[in-house]
C-alpha cells in the first residue's frame, strides 16, 4: 500500500476527490475540531514517549518485550516521514487550494503524514500487548489522528493512506527487532518466594 501511494502521489498527481474531501474536513468547525484536535496530539513523538512509559508502567509484572517495541516503533517514525517528504516532494493543501483554513503551522511537503504515520506505527505496535476492545480503541484514536490532519489543512487523504501505511510496517519491523534481541532482556522481574526462598526457579 505504502509504494502503491507513492508511486500515485509521486509526479505530485491528485486522485479524484481528495480537494472536496479536505475542503469537507477543513470546513468543519475550529470549536467543534479542538478536541480532535487534542487527540491529534498522540501522532506526535513527546506524547508517543508517554503513551510508551505508560504502557512500561502498566505491564511491569508481565516484562518489557511490548514496551520495547513500542519504544523501537516511535524510534523508527520519528523523521522517517521526512525523508519519504523530501524523495516525493508532494505539495501540501494549503499551496494548491484557495481560500483553505490552515490551523496549524506547517511547512515542507506533505507525503507522507508524519502524525498519521506516528500514530499508526504505536498502534501496531501496541496491538499484541492490548485486550481486544483496547485494541479497537488504540486503532480509532490513529484513525482520528489522520483524519484530523485534513480538518487543520495539513495533509490530502493520500498522504494519510501514505502515513498509515507507513506506521503498519513501521509496528510490525519494530516486534521483528525486539524478537530477536536477547528474551532476558525484557523478562518480568522474579518475586521474592517465602521466607527461606529464593525467587522463582530457585533451588529449595
Known sequence: MLAVATVVVSDQTFVT???ALVEAANAVPTWVGWPFRI????GTLWVALVVVGGLAWWTRRAGMLAPAAAAVAVAIAF???NWLKDVVDRPRPSAVLDGLEVREHIGGFGFPSGH???AVALAAALQPALPRPAQRVAWALAAVVAVTRMHVGAHWPADLVGGAALGVAIGAAAWLVVDRLPACWFAPPERPGPAGHGGYGSEP
Open 17 to 19: 476527490g481528495e480537494a
Open 39 to 42: 487527540v491529534m496530539q498522540l
Open 116 to 118: 498519521t504515520t506516528m
Open 79 to 81: 523523521r522517517t516521514d
